[in-house]
């Protein structure tokens, strides 16, 4: 087991150990063939880019801003930026334009690395809004650059400004000055108010975090990794700086469409997800079974319940199966689980960490009764990912969010929230000593939102305490701004999002009666009552599109997808508004919640 280094060593320390073998296996933009790099070239490579990034005059704890998808260069610029201690910011690839905007001008970034057409368009419109940008370098050669950019330049040429290694001096100096205390990343997350808040991630809080998991989860050198959560994502950064620490080969998935069949042609041996990822998987595997007759139906349900038996009722629970239970299952494994496996290119599966979200429990226990150790867990940004996590040599149960890793010390306040302190916790805000201070109890604890409670050593979440959703993909979504920009629209009155521990945004709108009633008369709309009037398809179809024009701004996570226009208003008589008019969430889902469930049927 290798044990944590800073990370401005970590790559140049493995390929010290590990010289030619296999370090990275990925695809070029808009390529079909996977590549490899060894541990030698990602050592080299992160080496030039340090040096072109002390020719762009980028400064100890200057903040570098990457917004991409997954890719090679995404890793060689983290690396390649902790070398000469500065930060890291990353970018969802999918962010609007306010939403970087924002975020250069919060960190005064100066030099923005971007993946392709799209993130460079993005940011060559905001530029002119962003004082203190002055460089954007594109990853993908193919991009167009607008003709009268000239302070751009494609990543080629600027690796051009680190061959040779010309302030490689100066770089080992960095090396040298390096601490624990110094910024790794800033990752901005939403806010409730619409802008996000950075939250600051040090070196030792990245050591802390991958001692920790190194003592829990079973992750080696022989392990092929693959990351399509994306970078962006604290869950993802934190577990491929993990593979990177002992060794494994780190699968760098691009297109995050592709990745069942990037796992078909590389074969991991694990992986990070949200549960969405593994309800897909459940849904297609279901698909195949209703695909057959009847007799292997039976089969195929039979060899479930008797995984479920075998690893759900007593693996999962440190209980011994049974002789007969333990060979019907060997049976089943090795013929029907096993072709499972081989078809989602999971033939040496190892263990597959999933958070994010919550799991749902016949979600959870499929899973396991087919074989692949899920490892449910539980964490946040500002823990730097993990907080707890099923642990595989002891009980576990489906439902928990696992045990705390180690190094973590956890409170549950008189009102159920999960406080934590541990130096996997962030210091703070970036630039808002404020929310800083208001995140922390007056004994240091950090202040999750989340309610819970510990049973015979695990934790279980009950409810969200803050005003902050976060979808079944693991992407947070501050209600509250969603709808305060759809308000303005004069057909709308009154409106929900709904989000949280769902795929997808919808909403459920009260539309302004009178003006409805007023356009359907001029359009022709014959309507005998409300119910008619809001579920007339044409009125649909006008608020679609009136809403589409409104979201424009946002990222595509935050979006509405469905909706559905309600015939009656939310009231205080029925419980689902305040005396201040202000929403009542808990009650609108539950009298609602039949119209919330037909937005979500596949």
């Known amino acids: ?49 340090s040096n072109a990034l002390l020719n762009l005059g980028v400064q100890v704890q200057e903040n570098v801003g990457v917004f991409s998808q997954n890719c090679k260069e995404y890793l060689f610029c983290d690396y390649g930026a902790w070398g000469i201690r500065a930060v890291t910011i990353p970018f969802y690839a999918t962010c609007s334009e306010q939403q970087i905007e924002f975020m250069i001008n919060d960190a005064k970034v100066r030099v923005l690395f971007v993946g392709e057409q799209e993130q460079y368009d993005k940011a060559h419109r905001v530029r002119t809004l962003c004082p203190t940008l002055e460089r954007i370098v594109v990853f993908d050669r193919t991009v167009s650059l607008n003709a009268d950019d000239r302070n751009t330049l494609y990543f080629e040429d600027f690796m051009k400004m680190g061959e040779g290694l010309p302030r490689q001096t100066e770089v080992n100096q960095r090396y040298k000055e390096a601490n624990r205390t110094d910024l790794a990343n800033i990752l901005y997350t939403s806010g409730t108010t619409g802008n996000s808040k950075g939250v600051m991630l040090t070196h030792g809080q990245y050591m802390a975090a991958i001692d920790a998991n190194l003592k829990c989860v079973r992750v080696s050198e022989k392990d092929r990794i693959l990351n399509f959560l994306p970078f962006a994502h604290i869950f993802e950064k934190a577990w491929a700086a993990l593979g990177v620490t002992v060794g494994a080969t780190l699968i760098v998935n691009t297109d995050p469409r592709e990745v069942q069949k990037s796992m078909r042609e590389t074969h991991p041996t694990s992986m990070c997800a949200v549960p969405r990822f593994w309800e897909k998987v459940l849904i297609g595997v279901e698909q195949k079974i209703e695909s057959y007759n009847s007799v292997m139906r039976r089969v195929f349900h039979n060899a479930l319940a008797i995984g479920r038996k075998h690893n759900v009722e007593c693996v999962s629970r440190g209980k011994k199966p049974s002789p007969i239970l333990h060979l019907q299952y060997e049976m089943v494994n090795k013929t029907i689980f ?22 749902a429990p016949h979600v959870e226990e499929f899973v396991h009764s087919i074989g692949l150790d899920m490892v449910v867990g539980y964490g946040l940004t500002e823990s730097l990912a993990t907080v707890s996590c099923d642990h595989l040599d002891k009980p576990y149960t489906m439902g928990s969010v696992g045990r705390l890793i180690d190094s973590i010390e956890i409170k549950i306040s008189e009102e159920g929230e999960v406080l934590l302190k541990g130096p996997t916790i962030t210091p703070g805000y970036y630039n808002r ?5 208001a995140a922390f109890d007056e004994e240091g604890y950090f202040r999750t939102g989340d309610a819970g409670y510990m049973k015979n050593g695990e934790l279980y979440l009950t409810d969200r305490i803050k005003d902050l959703f976060k979808t079944s993909n693991g992407k947070y979504i501050a209600p509250q701004m969603i709808e305060s920009k759809l308000l303005v629209d004069r057909y709308i009155d009154q409106i929900a999002i709904i989000a949280d521990e769902r795929k997808f945004v919808s909403a459920l709108i009260v539309p302004d009666y009178a003006l409805l009633e007023e356009y359907a008369r001029t359009n022709d709309i014959a309507f005998g009552s409300r119910e008619q009037l809001c579920a007339d398809t044409r009125i649909y179809l006008m608020m679609m599109e009136r809403i589409a024009t409104i979201q424009q701004q946002l990222a595509h996570y935050e979006k509405v997808k469905r909706f559905t226009l309600l015939p009656r208003p939310f009231t205080m008589a029925e419980g689902e508004l305040t005396n201040t008019l202000k929403l009542k969430r808990q009650v609108i889902y539950r009298n609602f919640s039949d119209e919330i469930e037909k937005m979500y049927e596949e």
């Open 433 to 437: 000593d404020d929310l800083t201070a």
């Open 338 to 359: 096993s072709l499972i496996r081989k078809e989602l290119g999971l033939e040496n599966a190892n263990i597959f960490p999933t958070a994010g979200a919550t799991v």
């Open 1 to 49: 087991m290798q044990t944590s280094s800073h990370l401005s060593v970590l790559v140049q320390k493995r390929a010290a150990q590990y010289g030619d073998r296999e370090a990275l296996i990925y695809k070029d933009f808009g390529g079909d063939r996977w590549k490899s790099c060894s541990w030698n070239r990602f050592a080299a490579t992160v080496k030039t880019v």
